[in-house]
T-cell receptor
């Protein structure tokens, strides 16, 4: 079975500052990795995903995440955050065999003006 | 459709009453998943379907929870005799599955409040 750890439950940051949201996973098999974002009172939206190939993946709104197999991590980064990035971010791992997602406990990103 | 649809948006039930939630997956998606998000924002996997067949039900509290995905009908999640601890947002997700994509597309959720 897989597990996902998001160590930071809340991350306060000022607008235009860089941010990193950490995600570590444990798995004995190859996995797919995802970051989802949840805005208040809404469902999850896919931010970016790693399936194979380049270990650095990017989203259309400036976020990027790097798959590090040796450290079993998939940290999410953005060089300059905006107020509109305030949301909760969930890291997820999918077992390639069973198409089942395991979610981290989420990190609340609070961008202050 | 192009989005996962969930109804109702909000549901209030007295303790002991039945609750039934519905999910229409994206057209062409073979897999449907149900998750429960409780106050701490943790997502708990409940059950998944491959077409109308149960794929994985390891997260289901079988005593009171049941789910179905029948052909030509929305999928449903039913809770018999609700308890206060069932208060949560229930999310449905669908995916194409197989070798095409493991990405799950989530619906807006149904907020169940048990009083």
């Amino acid at each position: 079975a897989q597990s996902v750890t998001q160590l930071d439950s809340q991350v306060p940051v000022f607008e235009e500052a860089p941010v990193e949201l950490r995600c570590n996973y444990s798995s004995s098999v190859s996995v797919y990795l995802f970051w989802y974002v949840q805005y208040p009172n809404q469902g999850l939206q896919l931010l970016l995903k790693y399936l194979s190939g380049s270990t650095l993946v990017e989203s259309i709104n400036g976020f990027e995440a790097e798959f590090n197999k040796s450290q079993t991590s998939f940290h999410l980064r953005k060089p300059s955050v905006h107020i509109s990035d305030t949301a909760e971010y969930f890291c997820a791992v999918s077992d390639r065999d069973f198409n089942k997602f395991y979610f981290g406990s989420g990190t609340k990103l609070n961008v202050k003006p | 459709g192009e989005e996962v649809a969930q109804t109702p948006k909000h549901l209030v039930r007295g303790e002991g009453q039945k609750a039934k939630l519905y999910c229409a997956p994206i057209k062409g998606h073979s897999y449907v998943f149900w998750y429960q998000q409780v106050l701490k924002n943790e997502f708990k996997f409940l059950i998944s379907f491959q077409n109308e067949n149960v794929f994985d039900e390891t997260g289901m509290p079988k005593e009171r929870f049941s789910a179905k995905c029948l052909p030509n009908s929305p999928c449903s999640l039913e809770i018999q005799a609700t308890k206060l601890e069932d208060s949560a947002v229930y999310f449905c997700a669908s995916s194409q599955g197989g070798s095409v994509s493991y990405e799950q597309y989530f619906g807006p959720g149904t907020r169940l409040t048990v009083t």
